[in-house]
């Protein structure tokens, strides 16, 4: 089958089939995360290019809006042309854009080059979550969105160790960098487009338990409508609650390893090692907890145990922070049991979140996962803008605290999402007939 020609599956696939393109979405954001990185070039960049880190940080918000927006549009166009249509061409324009990247002589052209990376990846992006959604029956959805969370992590160590072992045979040149990740894209990109596929519209709107159990929920000549997803209080709860939820993951994300050597006069490898069992735990958590969360056939406690525990993890650290005289040793168990946490809550909260979605109208993932990508960028804005004022005017350790402040506002939160608390009596729960009701 040629590869611009749309795989579009009439039967739920099974078995080999289902995981081999189900693996095929993972690899996209895992390659779509990597060429977005710019951080391990960032300091040959400023040098060769003549640039303040201001201007830089303001070329990256600006970046950051612009894949943002490309997401939330990412996300609804998905729904009405398919994911395939969408994803394949538009990883392929942004390898594209990586060679393009080293044409850059300015930090003018550095911005231009940015802004148009992050709009084409933000939009082919916005289709792999609603993938996983497709290829993943309820029965195993939150391990399969834990590995999905795997791509951003994944991506950055990707990015450093390439950055580590071919930057001295090049010279030291941070356009080799771009060469290689747009060969590198280019190329999976290639073989992604060979082994994926997209499920018809019909099987896109039904909500599949198992991969032989499905119910159709929704009436196929009423057309998708957006205002119907936000007519539901659930689906506020969720979008309220993660976005207070992703400000201490931001924080932790961008600022991670500043905030542990400004605060505690860690050297900048220390604090590397701090962070490094931070991802480490949170790795094998994303998994474990989504496996665990999908053998219980519950999602809200795993969510609430995880928050809770971030939350007192948390708040120890900020305990520590004001301090200051702390081991690295004590930091690495602190940081690895608070990235540990949060990854028991984050899979089982994105397998609730698309099944609360769905519940609404299966045919309208793409649009709740493509509002979930704007809010991640949104967020990762407003740290840029944000934290670092507030910090200067106080101290790494009040930032910690608003972060955690909002993490305990998610708690409620978690209240408000529809499904059990224990597991239910039925392997595969009952499924109504119609759509939810607003609330």
Not at 120 to 127: E, F, N
Not at 281 to 297: A, K, M, P
Not at 367 to 372: D, E, K, P, S, Y
Request: aromatic share 8%; proline share 4%.
């Amino acid at each position: 089958m040629g590869l611009f020609s749309v795989r579009e599956l009439d039967e739920y696939p099974t078995g080999a089939r289902r995981m081999k393109i189900l693996s095929m979405a993972v690899l996209a954001i895992l390659i779509g995360s990597y060429e977005a990185q710019i951080a391990p070039v960032v300091p040959l960049l400023l040098k060769d290019l003549d640039m303040s880190l201001a201007t830089y940080g303001a070329v990256s918000g600006t970046a950051a809006v612009s894949g943002a927006i490309a997401s939330a549009l990412g996300g609804r166009l998905t729904d009405r042309v398919g994911r395939v249509r969408l994803l394949v061409p538009l990883m392929m324009v942004t390898a594209l854009c990586c060679f393009a990247m080293t044409l850059v002589q300015s930090p003018r052209d550095l911005l231009i080059a940015r802004v148009v990376l992050a709009f084409v990846d933000g939009m082919a992006m916005a289709s792999t979550a609603p993938l996983v959604r497709d290829f993943s029956p309820r029965l195993g959805r939150a391990q399969a969105f834990g590995f999905w969370s795997w791509g951003p992590v994944g991506a950055n160590l990707l990015a450093a160790a390439i950055a580590g072992w071919t930057l001295p045979l090049f010279h030291d040149s941070w356009r080799s960098q771009f060469v290689i990740m747009g060969c590198f894209s280019l190329v999976i990109s290639l073989v992604i487009g060979f082994n994926i596929a997209d499920l018809s519209p019909e099987l896109r709107a039904r909500i599949q338990h198992s991969e032989r159990d499905a119910a159709q929920v929704v009436d196929l000549d009423r057309p998708a409508r957006v205002r119907s997803l936000f007519a539901h209080r659930v689906i506020w709860a969720h979008v309220a609650g993660i976005s207070l939820w992703l400000v201490l993951f931001m924080t932790l994300t961008l600022f991670g390893q500043v905030m542990l050597v400004e605060s505690l006069g860690m050297t900048a490898a220390q604090a590397s090692t701090v962070m490094a069992a931070f991802w480490s735990l949170n790795l094998i958590t994303l998994i474990v907890g989504g496996r665990l969360s999908d053998r219980t056939q519950t999602r809200k406690p795993f969510v609430l145990g995880g928050t809770i525990a971030a939350v007192v993890i948390t708040a120890y650290l900020a305990f520590v922070l004001g301090r200051g005289d702390v081991s690295t040793g004590t930091l690495m168990i602190v940081g690895a049991l608070l990235g540990g946490s949060l990854g028991v809550a984050y899979a089982p909260w994105m397998a609730k979140y698309s099944e609360d979605a769905e519940d609404v109208d299966p045919r309208l993932q793409g649009t709740a996962w493509g509002l979930f990508g704007f809010l991640t960028k949104a967020i990762a804005v407003v740290g840029l803008l944000v934290i670092p004022r507030v910090v200067a005017a106080t101290s790494w350790q009040t930032w910690l605290l608003v972060a955690l402040c909002c993490l305990v506002l998610f708690v409620p939160a978690i209240f408000l999402f529809h499904g059990a608390w224990r597991r239910p009596s039925r392997a595969v729960p009952d499924v109504a007939a119609v759509p939810l009701k607003a609330d």
